[in-house]
């Protein structure tokens, strides 16, 4: 191939634009297609059924399982760069994916931290970072004696698979105990301290393959403290507008957010920089 046309070659696929694949069809994968839109990437999402909510929000998504190994790694084949909706896909497809030469961000070394609650705990703790008193649990005994030792009421949790309350059990005393007996069948239990807490607040740090991180404004969600006036105003029908609390003061923002940073970093796996846009040409047994 002459030089001239070589180059031609080569500006031809710098104009090929970038294809993004996401797994799970959820509201976040719907909320990326404005903005991959905006920024001139294609976004494709692989979508639980027809009707989640990103189905219709992209010209390609197609209907599969993230659990079936194959269905995951035909997806990956048709994308540059996979990324998720959620973390629930099993670690032993993305690890494949990784083997494979499929870029996979965040990848299964970082994802588990969201995947796994006792795994996060554990690298929280081995950081230094602040954490309540909690504990793997094998056999309800073992929920007993920490109850007695943090002190009741606990919180326990099942580490895969919840959110959003699902999967949460408080418990007051030894006697509730038996309401989390059946979770036991799956694995560990993992048990917490109650958090007497006002308000939430999220930090949201974004890392590139090169290691360069950026942060965004702590933001937070007050939350009502549960007083017996509150109560009562409930159970007739009527609400009370929680006391609002204070923004985080600029010390507070930074601090959440060099710690948000520090695990982010601690925790990513290296990887190659991904060039903007990617030849797409390229089978998924490559190295890429």
């Known amino acids: 191939?002459?030089?001239g046309l070589q180059a031609l070659y080569l500006r031809l696929e710098r104009m090929k634009t970038l294809r993004i694949g996401v797994i799970g069809g959820g509201q976040l994968a719907r909320m990326m297609a404005p903005a991959a839109l905006n920024l001139g990437i294609e976004l494709s999402i692989l979508c639980e059924s027809e009707e989640t909510a990103s189905a219709r929000a992209v010209a390609h998504a197609p209907v599969g399982d993230y659990k079936d190994r194959q269905t995951v790694l035909d997806f990956a084949e048709s994308v540059d760069v996979v990324t998720f909706d959620h973390e629930h896909v099993p670690a032993e497809i993305l690890h494949e994916l990784v083997d494979k030469g499929v870029r996979v961000h965040p990848g299964p070394d970082a994802l588990i931290h969201a995947q796994d609650k006792i795994?996060?705990?554990e690298a929280v703790e081995r950081l230094?970072?602040?954490n309540p008193q909690w504990c793997a649990t094998d056999t309800a005994a073992d929920v007993v004696a920490?109850?007695?030792k943090a002190g009741w009421p606990i919180i326990a949790k099942t580490p895969r698979g919840g959110y959003d309350g699902k999967g949460v059990e408080k418990l007051d005393s030894a006697d509730d105990v038996e309401r989390i007996s059946a979770w036991f069948e799956r694995g560990q239990v993992l048990?917490?301290?109650l958090v007497d807490f006002s308000r939430e607040l999220s930090a949201l740090v974004a890392r590139r393959p090169s290691g360069q991180?950026?942060?965004w404004p702590v933001a937070q969600r007050s939350r009502p403290r549960c007083t017996s006036r509150s109560a009562r105003h409930h159970e007739r029908g009527t609400r009370t507008r929680p006391r609002r609390s204070p923004k985080p003061?600029?010390?507070?923002a930074k601090l959440i957010v060099s710690r948000q940073v520090r695990l982010a970093r601690s925790e990513a796996q290296p990887c190659t920089p991904l060039r903007w846009p990617q030849m797409r040409s390229r089978s998924l047994g490559r190295a890429r």
Do not use: I, N, Y
């Open 1 to 3: 191939m002459s030089s």
């Open 213 to 215: 991180t950026a942060a």
């Open 191 to 193: 048990c917490e301290e």
């Open 128 to 130: 230094g970072l602040p």
């Open 146 to 148: 920490f109850g007695e």
């Open 119 to 121: 795994v996060m705990r």
């Open 249 to 252: 003061a600029d010390w507070q």
